[in-house]
């Protein structure tokens, strides 16, 4: 199947923090992966603000860089990079002074779409914002994309909703959260709400429990000193795990609209229930042979903060009453794997109880990462003779083969997220009073161990976590999936 690709208007992106890993990484891959589809037109400015001592050549070598190492060497024609390197633009700025702003200004164009992306620490969204309206070099139709974290708790996350509408209006704010970019996250609202199979079955009357898994089996590495600061709770499960919970909770939107979806976003967040202590685990990876413990990489032998965190949450409203959710994030774990495992109650009245049977319950898994795909668990009788023995197999859509285009990977979520904010799509991205929503949630938990005073359990790297994680759905007479 061959995607279609809609050309986006010519535009003028400006990338403060242009010389920084997510710069690096994602955002300049992602720009030149959509002109080599043909969605972004060669006039386009691709502007890189930061306090490095560049030139425009300088900034080129380092474009060229980025795209050698992180876009497949099969897309890297020589004359569409050329091309693209002819977009590409410096300017020296500084984010909290005056230098670079009035030459900045000179650089854009009025007339064609203009979007500010603040790739730098939150401590600079509201410096940037203030300048660029000081300056007034943004326009009234300009847009700002502010990656997370957005906030450390409610209080900050409200200040930084002051600052940011002080000088943009709600409509022209984007604050990323690069899991919804993601092509199965998308596919999880097609296949809710645009197949008549599911929609009837999603709600408490028919689901046992639904669990959502992000694990990593990587360490903090580098990121220790704001990991340390932050730890699972602020940085994964108040906005990715969020996200992600949902969308899989919520109400059919009325249109496929940004408002009309984050509407019923928000009122997920707002029946969650209060967590208490006896359903939120911590943990903290030990040390092994391949590599230090938690508290040796964030330089704290005294650190409280956690590496690892399993909750069981409840919605509170008529569709999921009585049915948990199961989250789960952590560092150092078995595998690296982003799932939504949606589990089936077993039917009402089994007509096989007399007979062999290896497992039971039909599972629909979302997989995000790795192998973007979707499986549905369903139960049949194994092949051959000797009876009636049941066994689950998977129908299995994994959407890099089934819809992939000539062999070609799916788009990164960031190649997504960046056309979305030229086209002006907000759908994808969070309101503030969603952010400030999530926050409320999550603060009461973390004031909780933080009162109490709790410590991380510890776990073995390459685990599954916490023994008492497991316990948590033991004592429920349910069992974490396998990493």
């Known amino acids: 199947m061959v995607s279609q690709t809609i050309p986006v208007e010519d535009f003028d992106l400006v990338i403060f923090g242009a010389t920084g890993d997510l710069s690096r990484r994602k955002i300049l891959p992602a ?49 569409l990079v050329d091309a693209f390197m002819q977009t590409i633009h410096y300017i020296k700025v500084d984010a909290t002074g005056d230098e670079g702003w009035d030459l900045l200004s000179q650089m854009l164009r009025a007339e064609v779409i203009q979007a500010f992306y603040f790739s730098v620490g939150p401590a600079l969204f509201a410096p940037l914002a203030r300048r660029l309206l000081k ?60 197949n008549a199979l599911f929609e009837p079955l999603w709600n408490a009357r028919h689901i046992d429990h639904v669990q959502i898994t992000v694990s990593e089996n990587l360490s903090v590495g580098g990121r220790g000193a704001y990991y340390d600061k932050s730890g699972a709770m602020r940085d994964m499960v108040q906005n990715h795990l969020m996200q992600l919970l949902c969308l899989t909770a919520m109400e059919p939107p009325s249109l496929y609209e940004a408002n009309a979806v984050r509407d019923e976003k928000l009122k997920v967040i707002r029946a969650l229930q209060p967590v ?26 005294k650190s409280t903060t956690e590496s690892f965190i399993a909750l069981k949450v409840h919605v509170g409203n008529w569709r999921w009453s009585g049915t948990p959710f199961y989250l789960r994030t952590g560092k150092r ?23 062999e049977r290896e497992s039971h319950g039909n599972v629909l898994v979302i997989r995000l990462q790795p192998d973007e795909g979707i499986t549905l668990w369903v139960t049949i009788k194994e092949p051959g003779p000797g009876g009636m023995r049941l066994t689950e197999v998977p129908l299995d859509m994994t959407f890099a083969e089934a819809l992939g285009n000539d062999g070609e990977e799916m788009p990164d979520a960031y190649e ?18 969603e952010v400030e929503a999530a926050w409320a949630w999550a603060d009461p938990i973390i004031e909780g161990w933080e009162t109490r005073r709790d410590k991380p359990k510890t776990y073995s790297p390459g685990s599954s976590g916490p023994e008492d994680s497991l316990m948590l759905l033991h004592r429920d007479g349910r069992r974490w999936r396998e990493l």
């Open 31 to 79: 720009l030149y992966r959509r002109m080599h589809a043909g969605q972004m037109p060669k006039t386009v400015q691709i502007i890189g603000g930061a306090r490095s001592d560049l030139d425009a050549s300088g900034f080129r070598d380092f474009v060229r860089q980025s795209l050698d190492e992180f876009v497949d060497s099969a897309l890297l024609e020589p004359e």
């Open 135 to 194: 300056y007034k070099i943004a326009n009234g139709n300009a847009r700002i994309v502010v990656e997370k974290p957005f906030g450390h708790d409610l209080v900050s996350a409200r200040a930084l909703n002051k600052e940011l509408s002080g000088c943009f209006a709600e409509h022209q704010i984007y604050r990323i959260d690069h899991y919804l970019g993601k092509e199965t996250v998308q596919n999880l609202m097609a296949v809710r709400f645009a």
């Open 276 to 301: 208490p202590s006896k359903d939120v685990v911590r943990g903290q990876y030990s040390a092994d042979d391949k590599g230090p413990s938690y508290l040796a990489d964030v330089g704290d032998p």
């Open 333 to 355: 774990l078995r595998s690296r794997v982003s799932e939504i495992a949606v589990s089936f109650k077993d039917p009402p009245h089994s007509i096989f109880e007399d007979y």
């Open 416 to 433: 997504r997220l960046v056309m979305d904010v030229i086209r002006g799509n907000q759908t994808l991205f969070m309101r503030c009073d």
